[in-house]
């Protein structure tokens, strides 16, 4: 079994900044695709980063700019850079990770999510 635990969260002040971190855990034979998502109230939950193995980087318009999404191969671990924050970036972020497992199963993990407010 995979856990991923996510840490970073808070409050911040519009224009700030916050490092989000995600970590996994178990089974784990290698990690293709890391990838941020967050959900505000009341709306979807949107992709705001992806990696994956091969160098390649993915960010919505709405964040383009001012998020960086890293990841640590040998801790299997990725980090979500967020700066320039807007008020709008308020919402739960949560960590999604496309596991290989020792068994080669395929699992799609995700983190319970942690919060994120910007405000004044």
């Known amino acids: 079994q995979v856990q991923l635990v996510e840490s970073g969260g808070g409050l911040v002040q519009p224009g700030g900044s916050l490092r989000l971190s995600c970590a996994a855990s178990g089974n784990i034979l290698e990690i293709d695709g890391m990838n941020w998502y967050r959900q505000a109230p009341e709306k979807q939950r949107e992709l705001v980063a992806h990696?994956?193995?091969?160098?390649?980087?993915y960010y919505p318009d709405s964040v383009k700019g001012r998020f960086l999404i890293s990841r640590d191969n040998a801790k299997n671990a990725v980090h979500l850079q967020m700066n320039s924050l807007k008020a709008e970036d308020t919402a739960v972020y949560y960590c999604?990770?496309?596991?290989?497992?020792?068994?080669?199963?395929?699992?799609?993990?995700w983190g319970k999510g942690t919060q994120v407010t910007v405000s004044a």
């Open positions: 999604h990770m496309d596991v290989r497992e020792l068994n080669m199963d395929r699992r799609d993990a």
């Open positions: 990696s994956n193995k091969r160098g390649n980087t």
